[in-house]
């Protein structure tokens, strides 16, 4: 598996015990299974058009993620527009 090198500082970190894994509390065990409900939820089908390059790039992390296309292209959407994703206006 190939790191960038963000998360080969956060490995090394871990493998030094400079950082430790902790638990995650209920309540955010709680907060993930309601966001991974949600995502299911799903109650619009829409159509867009894409730049070649961009499908197959999309495609390509999809399969690196093991997850399909359509579920990070609309996971991607979401965190958009929750704030998670900001877009760079320089």
């Known amino acids: 598996m190939k790191l960038d090198q963000e998360e080969k500082k956060i490995l090394e970190a871990l493998e030094s015990d400079e950082i430790e894994l902790s638990e995650p509390t209920k ?3 709680a907060s993930i299974k ?3 409900r949600n995502t299911f939820k799903k109650e619009r089908r829409i159509t867009i058009r894409l730049y070649e390059h961009d ?8 399969m690196e993620m ?9 996971g991607l959407i979401h965190r958009y527009i929750e704030g998670d994703i900001k877009i760079k206006t320089e």
Do not use: D, F, N
């Not at 093991?66 to 609309?74: A, E, M, R």
């Open 27 to 29: 309540k955010e065990i």
């Open 55 to 62: 499908y197959t790039g999309i495609r390509k992390k999809s």
């Open 34 to 36: 309601e966001a991974a």
């Open 66 to 74: 093991g997850i399909p296309y359509q579920t990070l292209i609309s």
